[in-house]
């Protein structure tokens, strides 16, 4: 742990590189910051830091430049601990009003909210199918050998798909089936809608149609939990990190695999709270000049999804986690309203 002097300084040098993206000099923090030492002590504390692992000189003749070591600590120990909420947090909360707006509509509006108020690339894992509640399923035929099957989750989620069943099922009341589910089905984790389960249920109706609504409920489980939605790509690019057109390339291709960023998100949100992963700390490596800040939205009080903002290390961090914890509760506050009407 460091000493209180040098407390003030990491933290004056981590606030200007910040906000300039150059490195920071002795002669910088005593004319901006209120340090109350002189100009010889700055400088020795300084390249104490540095010998700590906290600063680096990336020049002899230039000032320093704060690694994620810095950011860590200036994360966990320097920033207030509570996080006030911004000052568009009623615009945020108004942006959520309109009741009309299906799920995909308002996971749209929450990615381009994020990455505007931010400038960041935005990120949002949809509602996990499988922590969802069934709240209503239409089965319709559509030949002899098609099932159509529809779904809607109590967040508002709405998933389809084409079942092909290899005998005909001319012979197969699909309303009065219809009626059987949406009756027995109410309210239960879509993650316990099982082939037995269904089996047991639907005893009477040809095997094979109850089989293959078994493994479609669940391969659309699998499918939904990868879900990611990201907005503002280029905003990265407007970065002097992101300059190096490898590196951006090489982000950029990240921010293109779902699954692979479903993980990241899933991986960088702690069981409570907020998710901030810095620098070194990510597992790819084109990540490692990135800072991911998460929070997680609920619905009812049930952990649902993740969301949040990928920028530099040198992001703005207060105001970024302001307004990914403001957007997840409002968020997740708008999805309970639907689930409850």
Same mark, same amino acid.
């Given at each position: 742990?460091?000493?209180?002097?040098?407390?003030?300084?990491?933290?004056a040098?981590?606030?200007?590189?910040i906000?300039?993206?150059?490195?920071?000099?002795?002669a910088?923090?005593?004319?901006?910051?209120?340090?109350?030492?002189?100009?010889?002590?700055?400088?020795?504390?300084?390249?104490?830091?540095?010998?700590?692992?906290?600063?680096?000189?990336?020049?002899?003749?230039?000032?320093?430049?704060?690694?994620?070591?810095?950011?860590?600590?200036?994360?966990?120990?320097?920033?207030?601990?509570?996080?006030a909420?911004?000052?568009?947090?009623?615009?945020?909360?108004?942006?959520?009003?309109?009741?009309?707006?299906?799920?995909?509509?308002?996971?749209?509006?929450?990615?381009?909210?994020?990455?505007?108020?931010?400038?960041?690339t935005?990120?949002?894992?949809?509602?996990?199918?499988?922590?969802?509640?069934?709240?209503?399923?239409?089965?319709?035929?559509l030949?002899?050998?098609?099932?159509?099957?529809?779904?809607?989750?109590? &967040?508002?989620?709405?998933?389809? !798909?084409?079942?092909?069943?290899?005998?005909? *099922?001319? /012979? +197969? %009341? #699909?309303? @009065?089936? &219809?009626?059987?589910?949406?009756? !027995?089905?109410?309210?239960?984790?879509?993650? *316990?809608? /099982? +082939? %037995? #389960?269904? @089996?047991?249920?639907?005893?009477?109706?040809?095997?094979?149609?109850v089989?293959?609504?078994g493994?479609?409920?669940? %391969?659309l489980? @699998?499918?939904?939990?990868s879900?990611?939605?990201?907005?503002?790509?280029?905003?990265?690019?407007?970065?002097?990190?992101?300059?190096?057109?490898?590196?951006?390339?090489?982000?950029?291709?990240?921010?293109?695999?779902?699954?692979?960023?479903?993980?990241?998100?899933?991986?960088?949100?702690?069981?409570?709270g907020?998710?901030?992963?810095?620098?070194?700390?990510?597992?790819?490596?084109?990540?490692?000049e990135?800072?991911?800040?998460?929070?997680?939205?609920?619905?009812?009080?049930?952990?649902?999804?993740?969301?949040?903002?990928?920028?530099?290390?040198?992001?703005?961090?207060?105001?970024?986690?302001?307004?990914?914890?403001?957007?997840?509760?409002?968020?997740?506050?708008?999805?309970?309203?639907?689930?409850?009407?």
């Amino acid at each position: 742990m460091l000493e209180p002097r040098q407390e003030r300084i990491l933290l004056a040098v981590v606030r200007e590189y910040i906000e300039t993206a150059e490195p920071v000099g002795s002669a910088a923090l005593l004319q901006k910051y209120a340090l109350a030492c002189s100009s010889a002590t700055v400088r020795h504390e300084m390249a104490r830091l540095e010998q700590l692992g906290y600063l680096v000189q990336p020049h002899t003749s230039a000032g320093r430049v704060p690694v994620d070591r810095a950011y860590r600590y200036y994360v966990d120990r320097l920033m207030e601990k509570r996080i006030a909420p911004p000052p568009e947090a009623p615009d945020i909360a108004r942006g959520y009003a309109d009741s009309e707006r299906e799920i995909e509509a308002l996971i749209d509006h929450t990615r381009r909210r994020l990455s505007q108020l931010t400038r960041y690339t935005s990120l949002v894992l949809g509602p996990r199918l499988g922590r969802s509640y069934f709240k209503y399923v239409q089965l319709v035929g559509l030949g002899p050998r098609q099932v159509l099957l529809v779904m809607m989750t109590h &967040t508002g989620s709405v998933v389809h !798909r084409v079942i092909d069943l290899t005998s005909a *099922a001319e /012979s +197969v %009341d #699909f309303n @009065r089936l &219809t009626n059987l589910l949406n009756d !027995r089905l109410s309210g239960m984790s879509m993650d *316990a809608i /099982s +082939v %037995d #389960f269904l @089996r047991e249920l639907l005893e009477p109706v040809q095997p094979e149609i109850v089989t293959r609504l078994g493994e479609a409920t669940r %391969d659309l489980a @699998r499918e939904y939990e990868s879900r990611v939605f990201y907005e503002g790509a280029s905003n990265l690019l407007d970065q002097p990190e992101f300059r190096d057109v490898q590196k951006a390339r090489a982000l950029l291709e990240v921010l293109e695999q779902e699954t692979i960023l479903a993980e990241i998100l899933d991986k960088s949100q702690p069981s409570e709270g907020i998710g901030v992963v810095i620098g070194g700390e990510h597992a790819l490596m084109p990540m490692r000049e990135c800072t991911m800040i998460t929070a997680t939205y609920c619905v009812g009080g049930i952990p649902m999804g993740t969301l949040g903002v990928i920028g530099p290390t040198r992001l703005q961090y207060v105001r970024a986690l302001s307004i990914v914890k403001c957007v997840a509760e409002s968020f997740g506050q708008r999805l309970t309203q639907s689930s409850s009407g």
